[in-house]
């Protein structure tokens, strides 16, 4: 883990720009629902919080924990989702059925050799899940046969007693596995606060990113997080990196080309979906909401810009016109939602819903 404290500005006589941020988290790391709460709350982070994982992720997880145990020896099997950077062979397949309701998962024989593994009693297994109905007190129910594929209700499926010990085993993992977050979800927990410090990616897959300077109490409570999640259950090589970044000339050129370039992308890509956007509600105006969220986003863009305009500057002709293009389209955003009060839906517009928007 990187330890060092998160240089400020100003600091023996350093100006800086902003940092070179690198998060990696341990493939490993499994964390409960309540230890991330613990976590991220107290640092402002609780927010950020992901949602509950589905239950065709922590039941998939569950099998594999389960299976690692079952098997002789219990290290021939691998619980990471990649491997040397590659994604791994995927051990465990859902069959697809009409009935939403029910999860059924069964082992992919091609990429497991269950005889070497001691595990060749497994071969016709298939685990079933019934999902509890929605906003209901129901439990998820849970269930498991050996039986060779054929119609079986898990509602009604009474296992035997080889089934009901396998089924027991399994419900331990079943249950530690659905309120526990893997690299997968915090990965984009920890994306998603660093996106919102205002941050542009230097890398065109990923990972590496700047955090303006102005940014660093943000920077300095994510590393506190950094070090909660490395005291994690398999988070040891968790990391953060933090590198500061001289406000000087050489420096500023660097970053200028990287971050218009990311800037530029993500302009192009919010411009065409805007587009796409008013051409679908031309005719009957939009909602209220949809176009403070979309006038919001415009407004972050601007900012942004703004930002990195005095910051590094940045090659403002380009990227203002680029702006201009947004605005117009923010403007014609605000139209049609007057559109929708004289002459939209009633669901378009509620009535006595009339509100100033401005850009």
């Known amino acids: 883990m990187y330890t060092d404290e998160v240089k400020l500005s100003g600091e023996n006589g350093l100006e800086l720009l902003g940092y070179t941020v690198i998060a990696s988290l341990d493939s490993k790391i499994e964390v409960t629902h309540a230890a991330l709460l613990n976590l991220t709350t107290p640092l402002g982070f ?13 039941i998939k997880r569950a099998m594999m924990a389960w299976l690692k145990e079952l098997t002789q020896g219990g290290s021939a099997i691998s619980l990471d989702d990649e491997e040397e950077g590659k994604k791994a062979k995927s051990l465990v397949r859902q069959i697809k059925t009409p009935d939403k309701q029910v999860i059924i998962l069964a082992l992919v024989k091609e990429n497991i050799n269950l005889e070497e593994l001691g595990l060749e009693y497994l071969t016709n297994l298939r685990v079933f899940y019934v999902r509890p109905k929605p906003h209901t007190e129901e439990q998820g129910m849970l269930t498991l046969t050996l039986t060779p594929s ?88 968790s990391s953060l990196l933090h590198i500061p970044i001289v406000d000087e000339e050489n420096s500023k050129k660097q970053l200028a080309g990287a971050t218009h370039d990311a ?63 947004l605005e117009r389209q923010a403007q014609e955003l605000i139209g049609l939602y007057a559109k929708s009060l004289t002459g939209g839906s009633d669901e378009d517009a509620p009535e006595g819903e009339a509100e100033e928007a401005t850009v």
């Open 263 to 325: 800037f530029m992308q993500r302009v192009t890509a919010y411009k065409e979906a805007m587009t796409r956007f008013l051409a679908q509600h031309r005719k009957r105006g939009i909602r209220l909401d949809n176009m403070q969220a979309r006038i919001a986003e415009y407004q972050e863009f601007k900012a942004q810009l703004e930002v990195y305009t005095g910051l590094l500057d940045v090659r403002l002709d380009e990227v203002r016109g680029e702006v201009d293009t």
């Open 46 to 58: 609780g927010s950020h919080a992901p949602p509950m994982v589905e239950p065709n992720t922590y």
């Open 150 to 237: 054929g119609a079986t209700d898990p509602r009604t499926y009474y296992p035997t007693a080889k089934e009901a010990n396998l089924l027991d085993s399994l419900q331990r993992h079943v249950t530690y596995y659905q309120s526990v977050y893997k690299s997968l979800e915090l990965r984009r927990m920890i994306n998603e606060i660093i996106d919102g410090m205002q941050a542009t990616n230097l890398r065109p897959n990923g990972g590496v990113m700047f955090v303006p300077s102005y940014k660093r109490e943000e920077l300095v409570r994510l590393k506190q997080l950094m070090e909660g999640l490395q005291a994690q259950t398999g988070g040891e090589k």
